[in-house]
């Protein structure tokens, strides 16, 4: 059973970053998605990544966010650079075998890492 697995969220001040990593158990080369969950809000898609290097990103946040992915390792990490109270969410890592922005199209989650943005 894969079983990714988030770390990396805190709580930081407006403006700050941060950089949250998912590690994904097994040999097989997964496609990385990143999705939040904000208080009393749908799950939104945010950022995914290939294991090519191919990349996707929510249009609410490419000018703030990177993702990548060591194939190496199966790790893939979230940069979120210039953070916003609004940011406040529960971010879920998901491993799947096809790429793309639905969460129909990963297999496995994450249990979440919380990010708390102060004003």
């Known amino acids: 059973q894969v079983q990714p697995v988030e770390s990396g969220g805190g709580l930081v001040q407006a403006g700050g970053s941060l950089r949250l990593s998912c590690r994904a158990s097994g040999p097989t080369r997964y496609a990385m998605g990143w999705f939040r969950r904000a208080p009393g809000k749908e799950r939104e898609f945010v950022a995914a990544?290939?294991?090519?290097?191919?990349?996707y990103y929510a249009d609410s946040m490419k000018d703030r966010v990177a993702i990548s992915i060591d194939n190496t390792s199966n790790i893939a990490h979230l940069q979120i650079d210039n953070l916003r109270p609004e940011d406040t969410a529960v971010y879920y890592c998901?491993?799947?075998?096809?790429?793309?922005?639905?969460?129909?199209?990963?297999?496995?989650w994450g249990l979440g890492t919380q990010v708390t943005v102060s004003s």
């Open positions: 998901a491993a799947g075998y096809g790429l793309g922005t639905m969460a129909a199209n990963y297999n496995y």
């Open positions: 990544i290939s294991w090519a290097g191919s990349t």
